[in-house]
Every structure is written in C-alpha cells, then in structure tokens.
T-cell receptor
C-alpha cells in the first residue's frame, strides 16, 4: 500500500458543528502532516506529528485539534469553525528520506 | 525567513518542451522538490533533487539546480495535455521524519492541443 487516504472527500458543516477529518497511511512513515490549502494558493502547514508526538504547531487556532492515535492514523477535529476556514485540507506523510506523500484532500465548506 | 518564488503561468503547445522555474532564498536548503496538482486533487510528488546535485533526469522530467543562483527548474519534454496542472516547487532545510516544506506559489501550466 503506497498511498495516503483521506475521508471524507467533501464535508459541509455549520459553525456550531463538531466534525473530524481522517487520514491513514500504511507505508510505515513516522511523520504525518496537516496542511490547509485555499484556492490558487500553495498548501500552508498546520501541524506535524513525528513518531506520534506533535512536533510542530504553526500557530493554528484551537478550533482545530489534531490527534495521532497510532503511527498509521491522523485525525483533525473541528469545532466552532468560521466560514474563512473553508479550504482543501491535505494530509501528508514522510519517512527519513524526507519526501512527503500527500493524500487527495478533504474539501471543507463551513456555512 | 525562507522564500520560494515561481512565475504564475506558462502556456505551451502539445509536443513542445515546458520549463518551469523556481528561485529560493534559503542557502541551507538541502532538498528541493517538484509537486504536481491537478484540479480538485492532492499533490503528487514528481521528483526531487539533493542540493549536492546539479541535475536529475527521470523519463520526460529533467531537474536542473543552480545552487549559486538558488535557481531550480523543471523541464518536461514532449508536453502532453495531461500535463496541464499547477506545479509547486518546495524546499526543505532538514532531513529526517517531521521536516517542514516551504512551497512556492505554484505555476499553472496550460498545454494547448
């Protein structure tokens, strides 16, 4: 298995909802990442987990809460989001060799 | 801080070569990458080059690195309509698991039949 999978593919939520994005990889990678990408912009790093521990938090608001239950799974819990949080959320993973492999993304719309 | 810049747009005819350019400012960049993103999709890693290399070729793709000028290019030979996408260059100054990538703004490649 050489891919990163993300669910759901699309998500529409209200500002009072709580939802979660899920990411999974079975390549044995020990680092996993969350990125946010707005239209026509490059991805912006949100969080990095290395060996299941949060190693980088790029000053992301607390309404985004990451979780790494094990080395294959990465979740992003969403609560009280704003319409400006609507974006494509990308998960990636990497091993010691450094290349990051990206999932297809979750298209999030906040109403 | 690090800065990575790319031109916004490139248009070529099918069968021609495409050259996408990228400049970066961080002299400690160790790894430089090219990613492709098709509409509505995630990023696909195309190729990468270590900073101690000048050139890397992989089938239709050729990466050239001028470390002195901090200039990276991606040449796509015999460009096809399926190559139409946004191409991002990215750099990383560290190795190992848990590294940070700095992306350029992306170059939209349009291939005309």
């Amino acid at each position: 298995d050489t891919e990163v999978t993300q669910t759901p593919k699309h998500l529409v939520m209200g500002m009072t909802n709580k939802k979660s994005l899920k990411c999974e990889q079975h390549m044995g990678h020990r680092a996993m990442y969350w990125y946010k990408q707005k239209a026509k912009k490059p991805p912006e790093l949100m969080f990095v987990y290395s060996y299941e521990k949060l190693s980088i938090n790029e000053s992301v608001p607390s309404r985004f809460s990451p979780e790494c239950p094990n080395s294959s799974l990465l979740n992003l819990h969403l609560h009280a989001l704003q319409p400006e949080d609507s974006a494509l959320y990308l998960c990636a993973s990497s091993q010691e060799s450094n290349e990051q492999f990206f999932g297809p993304g979750t298209r999030l719309t906040v109403l | 801080g690090e800065d990575v810049e790319q031109s916004l747009f490139l248009s070529v005819r099918e069968g021609d070569s495409s050259v996408i350019n990228c400049t970066y400012t961080d002299s400690s960049s160790t790894y430089l990458y090219w990613y492709k993103q098709e509409p509505g999709a995630g990023l696909q890693l195309l190729t990468y080059i270590f900073s101690n290399m000048d050139m890397k070729q992989d089938q239709r793709l050729t990466v050239l690195l001028n470390k002195k000028d901090k200039h990276l290019s991606l040449r796509i030979a015999d460009t096809q309509t399926g190559d139409s996408a946004i191409y991002f260059c990215a750099e990383s100054a560290t190795g190992g698991a848990g590294n940070m990538l700095t992306f350029g703004g992306g170059t939209r490649l349009m291939v005309k039949p």
